[in-house]
C-alpha cells in the first residue's frame, strides 16, 4: 500500500501530465429557442455521471470571451439556452453560425469541446434598400431590352433567404429571375411590348420579393418608369469585382476603394451615379458610397474580431435608368490591438499550509481576440514566490506550489501574472491573484525562556502570585491558543498541586499555601503549554521555587538547658587564671543566613567584672583571676539574640561554684530558689541534709580513689548527661557564619540529675562532638549521649580500681 502523502504526489503528478482532452460535441439549435430550452444532455453524451459535475467544478467557457449562450445544468447535465439567440445580430450573412464553447471539469482537469450550430429560422422578410425604383426608357427601346434591378435583401440565409421575385401584372414588361454567382437571385426588367410615349408618359408597378421559408414572408418596392427618348448605353464597370484589403481601426472617413463606370451616351443619359445594390445589415453601417465619384468610405469601427471580410454589391445607372453592377470584396487585416486577456478560472484560496509541492492551485485562461502571431500567448510570473505556471491544453495553465509553505513565514501571496502576444509591437496585461495560506497546527508553543526562578519569602500569604510563565505560539485562532498546566508530581510526599497552583490562560502562578523554609528550601516543578489544536502540541519547562527564610525562629539554647528543666552548676577551680575558658553557651537558630547569626551578652553576673562571654563563641571565660575574695557562688545571666530584623533572643542562667572540692562547699541549696526567695519546709530540709550527707560521704570516698590514679582528682558522678537528649531539637544544620556549635572543646562539666534539692553530681566532658556544616543534631544527640556511656564506664572501672 502507498502511504497517503506518496498516493497525492503521484496524483499531483497525474494531474499535471496526463491531462485529458476529449473529442467535440455538435449539436443545433434553432435561433429565438427560449432561455433554458434544453439543447440535449452532454453529462450523457459525453459519458460523464452527472453527478460529478458539481464535485469537478464543470463549467462552460468561451474560447474568446465572448457572449455565452449555453450553459449546463449542473444537476442533470443538460445544455440549456441561456439567452435567446438572434442568428442575424450574431453572424449576419454567414452561411455558417457555429457557436464554439468549452466544458471544463477539473480534478483531473478536462476540457471538452462544444459547437453548438445556430439554424436559422425564417423570422425576418425580405426588403428592399430602396422602396422606389426609378428608371427612365426611351420610347425607342428594343422589345426584350433588359433593366436590373435591385436586389431584395434577407436577413435570413438558405431555405429563408431571397427565393423569388414577382412583378405585378401590365402590358409592358415581364420578369426575369437569375442567380449570381453567389447564389444569391435577382430580376430583371424585361421589355415585352414597346413604349409609346405618347399613350403612357410614366408606369407605376408592384415589385414583389418572397423567400422559401415556412411561413413565407415577402417585401415590396415600386418601379416607377419614366418613357423618354432613346438611351442606347449601359454603364460598365471597370471591374466586375474590386478586392482590397483594410486594416481594422481604420479611422473613420478613409477611403476604401473608388468603383468606376463608364457609359458611352452622351448628356443626361450618360451620367453614372453609383449605389450599393447588395449589402449586408452590419456593412450598411460601416461603409457609405459617394453617389457621383464611387469612393467607398469607412463609417464606423472596423473590427477584425467582429468580422473578417465583406462583400458589398455597387450598382452604377445612368440618367435613364440603365445599370449595371460589380462586386466590393474587403479583406480586414488584423492588428494588434487587443492585448491578451488573463481569466482566472479556479482558485483553491485558502490553501493549507501543509500541501505537498506541486499542488494545482489555481487554474488560468489567456485569452486573446486576434489571430496569427498577434495570438500567440507567453505567460510569466513575477518575483520570487513558490509558485510556477505549467501550460496545459490550448491557453490554459495551471499554477502549483514549487516548495514547501509556511504560514508562519508568509500569511499569503499576491502572484503577479504577467500574459504578452507575439504582436510587433506586443501587447500585456497582468493580473495579481490573492492566495491566503490556512493554519495547520505544525508549531508547538515556545516558551520565552529555557527556565524559570521563583523566590518567595517564608510565612507567604497564599493566594499571591509569585511569578509567570509566558509561552507563544505562531500558529493562529485556536492553534496558537496556549493554555498553561503543572505536571502532576510529589515534593517529599506532598502533592505539587497543595502548593502552587497555575492560571490556565495568563500562566501566572499562586503560591496555595504557606511556605516554611525550615521544612523544605526549594523545589522544582515542570509546567506544560499546550496548544488547543488538533491534535494538541504542547512543551515543557522547569520552574525552580526558592524558599527565602525569615527570622521567624528565635534562637534554641541547647546548653546550658533553659529555665525549668535540669538544673545545672558548673565548679570553677579557684586557681582558675584571667583568659581561663570556664564554660561555654551552647545555642542554635534553625533560621539560615544572617537570621542564624547568634551574638552572646552576659546580661546579668553576681560579680560583673569576673567574667566575660565570646560575642559568636558563647564561651565563658575569666576576664581576670580569681581570688579568694570572690563569692564562691557565682550566677550569670546570658542573652543570645540572632541577627535577623528585628532580631529575636533567648535567654539561659549558668550557676558556678568556686571551688576546687565539695569539702569546701559548706550547705549547698538550689540557688534557683534562693534568689527567687523561695522558703523550703521543714521536711524538705530534714531531707536535703540526710541525703546530702550520704552523697558527699559517697563523692569522698570516690575522690580519694581517683586522686590515686591521677595527679589532677576527679570528681565522681553518678550517670548525668552533659547534654540532656531531651533539649536536642531535631534537624539542626549548621549554618557557615552563624558561630552555633562551632568548636570543638572539652569541659569538665558538673551537673545535677534535676532534681531542685538534689547534691551535686559530676562528669567529664561531652569530649570533642560538634555540630559540622554536613551534620545535624540527631548525630550530636547521638555522639553525646555514647561519650555520656563511656564516662560511665569508665568511672565504674575506676571504682573498682
Known amino acids: 500500500m502507498l502511504s497517503m502523502p506518496l498516493f497525492s504526489l503521484l496524483m499531483a503528478l497525474l494531474f499535471i501530465f496526463f491531462i485529458a482532452v476529449n473529442g467535440d460535441s455538435s449539436y443545433t439549435v434553432p435561433e429565438e429557442t427560449k432561455a433554458r430550452d434544453v439543447i440535449g444532455n452532454i453529462a450523457k453524451d459525453l459519458g460523464i455521471d452527472a453527478a460529478e459535475l458539481k464535485t469537478r467544478k464543470a463549467r462552460i467557457e468561451t474560447e474568446d470571451s ?58 425576418n422578410a425580405p426588403m428592399f434598400i430602396k422602396k422606389r425604383i426609378s428608371f427612365e426608357i426611351p420610347e425607342s427601346a428594343d422589345k426584350g431590352q433588359r433593366f436590373r434591378l435591385d436586389e431584395a435583401h434577407d436577413y435570413d440565409i438558405g431555405q429563408n433567404g431571397v427565393k423569388d421575385y414577382s412583378l405585378e401584372k401590365n402590358n409592358h414588361f415581364v420578369l426575369s429571375v437569375k442567380e449570381n454567382k ?41 418601379i416607377h418608369i419614366t418613357v423618354l427618348d432613346a438611351n442606347d448605353n449601359v454603364p460598365v464597370f471597370t471591374q466586375s469585382v474590386y478586392k482590397v484589403v483594410l486594416a481594422e481601426n481604420a479611422l473613420i472617413g478613409t477611403e476604401v476603394v473608388t468603383v468606376s463606370a463608364e457609359d458611352a451616351d452622351e448628356g443626361a443619359n450618360g451620367a453614372v451615379t453609383y449605389e450599393f445594390s447588395h449589402i449586408a445589415h452590419k456593412a450598411a453601417q460601416l461603409f457609405t458610397i459617394h453617389e457621383f465619384s464611387g469612393q467607398i468610405n469607412v463609417a464606423g469601427d472596423i473590427d477584425y474580431e467582429e468580422e473578417k471580410y465583406y462583400e458589398i454589391g455597387v450598382q452604377a445607372k445612368d440618367g435613364s435608368g440603365l445599370a449595371s453592377t460589380a462586386s466590393v470584396i474587403i479583406d480586414i487585416n488584423d492588428v494588434n490591438d487587443n492585448a491578451p486577456k488573463i481569466v482566472l478560472k479556479s482558485l483553491n484560496s485558502p490553501l493549507p499550509e501543509n500541501v505537498i509541492v506541486g499542488t494545482e492551485v489555481a487554474i488560468i485562461n489567456v485569452q486573446d481576440k486576434d489571430s496569427g502571431d498577434n495570438r500567440k500567448i507567453r505567460c510569466a510570473i513575477h518575483g520570487n514566490v513558490p ?13 502549483s506550489t514549487t516548495s514547501i509553505l509556511d504560514r508562519e513565514m ?31 497546527n505544525d508549531n508547538p508553543p515556545v516558551f520565552e525562556q529555557q527556565s524559570y526562578t521563583a523566590y ?36 517529599n510526599g506532598v502533592p505539587v498541586s497543595s502548593m502552587i497552583s497555575i492560571n490556565s490562560d495568563t500562566g501566572v502562578i499562586y503560591a496555595v499555601r504557606s511556605f516554611d523554609y525550615e521544612k523544605f528550601k526549594d523545589f522544582k516543578v515542570q509546567v506544560v503549554a499546550r496548544d488547543n489544536g488538533s491534535p494538541p502540541l504542547s512543551s515543557n519547562v522547569t520552574l525552580s521555587v526558592f524558599i527565602s527564610d525569615e527570622n521567624d525562629n528565635a534562637p534554641q539554647i541547647l546548653y546550658p538547658a533553659a529555665e525549668g528543666k535540669t538544673l545545672m552548676t558548673e565548679m570553677i577551680p579557684k586557681s582558675a587564671l584571667s583568659g581561663s575558658l570556664l564554660s561555654k553557651v551552647i545555642a542554635v537558630d534553625t533560621d539560615s543566613g544572617q537570621n542564624a547569626w547568634l551574638r552572646y551578652q552576659i546580661v546579668k553576673s553576681t560579680d560583673p567584672g569576673l567574667f566575660t562571654i565570646g560575642l559568636h563563641s558563647g564561651e565563658i571565660r575569666a ?35 568556686i571551688s576546687d572540692n565539695l569539702a569546701e562547699v559548706p550547705e ?68 557557615e557564619g552563624a558561630g552555633t556549635l562551632r568548636s570543638s572543646y572539652n569541659y569538665d562539666t558538673y551537673l545535677t540529675t534535676g532534681s531542685r534539692t538534689s547534691d551535686f553530681k559530676f562528669i567529664t566532658s561531652y569530649n570533642d562532638t560538634t555540630l559540622t556544616a554536613g ?8 555522639e553525646t549521649l555514647a561519650a555520656s556511656l563511656i564516662s560511665l564506664n569508665n568511672t565504674g572501672e575506676e571504682n573498682e580500681d
Open 66 to 123: 465572448s457572449k455565452r449562450y449555453v450553459d449546463i445544468n449542473l444537476n442533470t447535465g443538460e445544455l440549456v439556452v441561456a439567452e435567446t439567440i438572434d442568428r442575424e445580430k450574431l453572424c449576419g450573412s454567414r452561411i455558417n453560425c457555429i457557436l464554439n464553447y468549452e466544458l471544463v471539469l477539473e480534478n483531473p482537469l478536462e476540457l471538452h469541446r462544444i459547437s453548438v450550430n445556430i439554424r436559422d429560422i425564417n423570422d
Open 182 to 222: 453567389n447564389g444569391r437571385k435577382y430580376a430583371e426588367l424585361v421589355l415585352d411590348k414597346e413604349l409609346d410615349r405618347e399613350q403612357q408618359k410614366n408606369i407605376d408597378l408592384i415589385l414583389t420579393a418572397v423567400d422559401g421559408g415556412i411561413p413565407q414572408r415577402s417585401g415590396t418596392a415600386v
Open 387 to 399: 509558485f510556477k505556471l505549467n501550460p496545459s491544453i490550448k491557453n490554459y495553465f495551471l499554477l
Open 410 to 440: 508568509e500569511e499569503y501571496y499576491n502572484i503577479t501574472i504577467t500574459a504578452s502576444d507575439g504582436g510587433s509591437p506586443p501587447l500585456s496585461s497582468y493580473m495579481i491573484i490573492h492566495i491566503t495560506l490556512s493554519d495547520i
Open 456 to 491: 518567595v519569602i517564608e510565612n507567604n500569604k497564599p493566594g499571591n502570585s509569585i511569578s509567570a510563565v509566558t509561552a507563544t505560539d505562531p500558529d493562529c485562532r485556536q492553534n496558537g491558543t496556549v493554555l498553561y498546566s503543572l505536571v502532576p508530581s510529589e515534593i
Open 623 to 657: 576576664q581576670r583571676d580569681i581570688t579568694e575574695s570572690d563569692s564562691m557562688k557565682q550566677n550569670l545571666v546570658i542573652s543570645v539574640k540572632d541577627n535577623g530584623q528585628p532580631p529575636l533572643s533567648a535567654t539561659c542562667s549558668i550557676y558556678l561554684l
Open 668 to 735: 549547698l541549696k538550689d540557688i534557683i530558689y534562693e534568689e527567687s526567695n523561695s522558703k523550703l519546709t521543714f521536711y524538705l530540709i530534714i531531707a536535703l541534709v540526710s541525703v546530702s550527707t550520704f552523697f558527699l560521704t559517697f563523692i569522698i570516698v570516690s575522690l580519694a580513689l581517683r586522686f590515686c590514679h591521677r595527679r589532677k582528682p576527679r570528681l565522681l558522678f553518678d550517670g548525668a548527661v552533659a547534654i540532656p537528649s531531651a533539649y536536642l531539637p531535631p534537624n539542626y544544620a549548621e549554618v
Open 775 to 782: 551534620g545535624t543534631l540527631q548525630n550530636i544527640k547521638n
